[in-house]
């Protein structure tokens, strides 16, 4: 519990200062992301989650539905890309934020997800246009609001 206050605090802070580096405990976390080769803005989304602090991988395939599927990711809350953190799936489009808060609560839940390719979020261009609604999917398939952002 301690522990968790703590990280919030810490990123509430860096929030606070524009830092855009992530606690060390959450940047040991390894993501991989599954992105097609020739989308631009998977390729945006990756170096924002290194400039957070991140450690990243990137898995170019040629059919990015095979690891949805996997995943058992619905339809209507997929994006473009797919990553992999410990033993959650975060798909699409995700702000750090909610990464941070996947890795650090660890709730009971397959993964989490930012339908679409909304304007303004990581690595896509535009300006922002009302909250983020991240989406949380359970294991059993059901979903839930994680977080706005």
Excluded: W
Aim: aromatic letters at 8%; charged letters at 20%.
């Amino acid at each position: 519990m301690k522990k968790q206050i703590f990280l919030t605090l810490m990123l509430l802070l860096a929030l606070i200062s524009g830092c855009t580096k992530v606690d060390p405990v959450v940047a040991s976390e390894k993501i991989t992301v599954y992105k097609s080769q020739s989308c631009g803005c998977c390729g945006i989304y990756v170096n924002y989650l290194k400039k957070a602090g991140f450690s990243v991988e990137v898995k170019d395939v040629l059919d990015v539905a095979e690891i949805k599927n996997q995943n058992k990711i619905p339809r209507e809350l997929s994006s473009c890309h797919t990553s992999i953190v410990g033993k959650y799936f975060v798909e699409g489009h995700v702000p750090y934020e909610a990464i941070v808060k996947l890795v650090t609560e660890k709730p009971d839940i397959a993964g989490i997800a930012l339908p679409g390719m909304p304007s303004g979020s990581p690595g896509m261009p535009g300006a922002k246009r009302g909250d983020f609604v991240i989406y949380s999917i359970g294991k059993d398939g059901t979903t839930g609001e994680f977080m706005r952002i």
